[in-house]
Nanobody, 123 residues
Framework: QVQLVESGGGLVQAGGSLRLSCAASGRTISNYNAAWFRQAPGKEREFVAA????????NYADSVKGRFAISRDNAKNTMYLQMNSLKPEDTAIYLC????????????????WGQGTQVTVSS
């Protein structure tokens, strides 16, 4: 089993930045593709960004492309999401996840999930 723990969320003004971390334990993340999803109140969970291994290759939702950057440090068994130029519509709970599938935009393909960290962007 893999345990994932997110951190780094908080309250930030529009235009600000946050860096989320996702620390894994139990297994090495180098065996998996990794992603961030988010879920806003009353909305469906949506894909934000993914990073493959090996590669690595990255993939982003159109809504965050050019503002967010996903990365991973396999030696630290940790993945990150750097979020810049934040907007109020980025407010959500952000969750990290791991998958063995190449269909990394589909949440049903993910085997392991963290509990999430709240990001709130004020206008």
């Amino acid at each position: 089993q893999v345990q994932l723990v997110e951190s780094g969320g908080g309250l930030v003004q529009a235009g600000g930045s946050l860096r989320l971390s996702c620390a894994a334990s139990g297994r090495t993340i180098s065996n998996y593709n990794a992603a961030w999803f988010r879920q806003a109140p009353g909305k469906e969970r949506e894909f934000v960004a993914a990073i493959t291994w090996p590669g690595p290759r990255t993939n982003y939702a159109d809504s965050v492309k050019g503002r967010f950057a996903i990365s991973r440090d396999n030696a630290k068994n940790t993945m990150y999401l750097q979020m810049n130029s934040l907007k109020p519509e980025d407010t959500a709970i952000y969750l990290c996840a791991l998958t063995s599938s190449t269909e990394f935009r589909s949440e049903v393909r993910y085997n392991y999930w963290g509990q999430g960290t709240q990001v709130t962007v004020s206008s």
